[in-house]
Nanobody, 126 residues
């Protein structure tokens, strides 16, 4: 069992930056692929970024490529999402997720993830 707690959300002006954190419980953090998803009001949850168990593979949605960066620190059992050049359309609840497995690539589908956090709100004002 893995428990995930997101933090770092908030209100920021367009063009600003935020860093989200996802703290994971348990001693098996390094055996999980990790990912970020988001859900805007009235829309379905969508993939934002993923990182495999070793950190050697990362991937991003086209809408955030070049602006967002995902990373993980196994010593701290924490995953991060650094967000730059934020846009109003980035406004959403951001969820972190953990998926079992030692695949070489990141996971980008919801059904590949086994555990989810409660979400943190990111609001970007224009």
């Amino acid at each position: 069992q893995v428990q995930l707690v997101e933090s770092g959300g908030g209100l920021v002006q367009a063009g600003g930056s935020l860093r989200l954190s996802c703290a994971a419980s348990g001693r098996t953090f390094s055996s999980y692929a990790m990912g970020w998803f988001r859900q805007a009001p009235g829309k379905e949850r969508e993939f934002v970024a993923g990182i495999n168990w070793s950190g050697g593979s990362t991937g991003y949605a086209d809408s955030v490529k070049g602006r967002f960066s995902i990373s993980r620190d196994s010593a701290k059992n924490t995953m991060y999402l650094q967000m730059h050049s934020l846009k109003p359309e980035d406004t959403a609840v951001y969820y972190c997720a953990a998926g079992r497995g030692y695949r070489g690539s990141y996971y980008s589908y919801e059904n590949e993830y086994n555990y989810w956090g409660q979400g943190t709100q990111v609001t970007v004002s224009s």
